[in-house]
């Protein structure tokens, strides 16, 4: 008797270690909040700033973020292409119209987020001295994103038509695919001035600003958010844009140089 007691006891055993485990992960799961994943599409120069604010949000919100980060132009046509995207944060009206024009924004979501400022800038050791050094002959290479797609290099070539420069400086200008790109070709030298926002030239100590564009010589630097019609995520997106003109957002937003529209 006496030895079969012992497989029946290590049985009872083994059961009860499986059923603790089974309320162990019970448990564990039930702790664990559903996460919901949201997908932005950003333009370039918010980089810095929106990471910054998701990990904000992150502290009190069960929500992960995947962000495309891009020139407005190329993001909308994305978009309309059908790329998954929850929300589109643009560095300027004309992307959002398009998609607004298609129906594919969802209908009352779109709004004013932000403001910037268009600025000429050097490398730090530069010694260019406002718009028209942009015709001198050391100046060899202008960088501009492009407008086709690029919502600073569209404010840029506006800005150069305004002060009667632009066809004369047509053969020095490389474009960029955003104004990032646009930013890394001055700081590392490979251009010898640029057109980028403001906040871009904030972030980086390899450049310098040289002068601001007039805001008559251009569009006006707006930011506009909406969420996607398509959007599985409506409450969560609507909610992180709520967030996003909260005093926390907002903090962040002029601390990398944007103002609130």
């Known amino acids: ?151 600073a290099g569209q404010y840029g070539k506006q800005a150069l038509e305004a002060l009667n420069l632009y066809d004369r400086l047509q053969p020095k200008i490389v474009l960029g695919k955003d104004v990032r790109q646009v930013l890394t070709y001055v700081e590392t030298g490979n251009a010898d001035a640029g057109l980028v926002y403001a906040t871009d030239a904030l972030s980086s100590h390899r450049v310098r600003v040289v002068a601001v564009a007039p805001d008559s010589s251009h569009d006006p630097v707006v930011y506009p958010i909406a969420e996607i019609a398509t959007s599985r995520n409506e409450l969560a997106a609507r909610d992180f844009i709520a967030f996003l003109r909260s005093p926390t957002a907002k903090s962040i937003f002029e601390r990398h140089g944007f103002r609130m529209a």
């Open 1 to 151: 008797m006496k030895s079969e007691e012992r497989p029946r006891r290590t049985v009872q055993s083994l059961s009860s270690a499986v059923t603790l485990l089974s309320c162990a992960f019970f448990l564990i799961g039930c702790r664990s909040p559903h996460r919901t994943t949201l997908t932005l599409s950003v333009a370039a120069s918010l980089q810095d700033s929106i990471s910054e604010i998701e990990a904000a949000y992150q502290a009190h919100h069960a929500v992960d973020f995947r962000n495309n980060f891009g020139a407005s132009g190329t993001l909308a046509r994305e978009i309309e292409q059908g790329a998954p995207v929850d929300a589109f944060l643009a560095a300027g009206s004309k992307p959002m119209d398009q998609l607004q024009a298609e129906g594919l924004l969802l209908r009352g979501s779109r709004a004013d987020l932000l403001r910037n400022s268009l600025v000429l800038i050097a490398p730090s050791g530069s010694v260019l001295n406002g718009f028209q050094g942009l015709a001198q002959k050391q100046v060899r290479t202008i960088a501009l994103g492009d407008p086709t797609s690029v919502p």
